[in-house]
């Protein structure tokens, strides 16, 4: 399996995860956005609390010029280390929620 292909696979199996530990009542659903074509994935929460309307993002991922990039994580887990233990190399991710200043200091790639 190539690079691409099994970021493809660690990626969709990490949203899945947490798709699937959803705390959210029954009218608030998780949504898996999985744009192979294009390499986005995205889980989001779409519904409704009470009188509240849900929807946004919870994590958000591209694969751009053969690296995970982390463009959004509305969780508190460290995404970066959950992809290394899954054997993703760190100069292979990219925090793209930080500024490419702030990616300096990071033990992750800038871009």
């Known amino acids: 399996m190539d690079k691409i292909e099994r ?3 660690i990626i969709q199996q990490i949203l899945t995860e ?3 530990i959803s705390s959210h009542k029954d009218a608030v659903k998780p949504q898996l956005i ?18 509240k309307r849900v929807f946004g993002p919870i994590m958000h991922f591209d694969i751009l010029n053969g690296k995970i990039w982390i463009q959004y994580n509305g969780t508190e887990d460290l995404i970066a280390e959950r992809l290394v ?3 993703v190399p760190a100069s292979d991710i990219v925090i793209g929620f930080y500024s490419p200043f702030k990616r ?8």
């Not at 999985?34 to 009188?51: I, K, M, P, S």
């Open 18 to 20: 947490h798709a699937q």
């Open 104 to 111: 300096q200091f990071t033990a992750y790639a800038v871009e």
């Open 7 to 9: 970021y493809r696979q």
């Open 34 to 51: 999985f744009d192979r074509e294009n390499d986005h994935y995205q889980l989001a929460y779409v519904g409704w609390d009470g009188d």
């Open 85 to 87: 233990d899954f054997g």
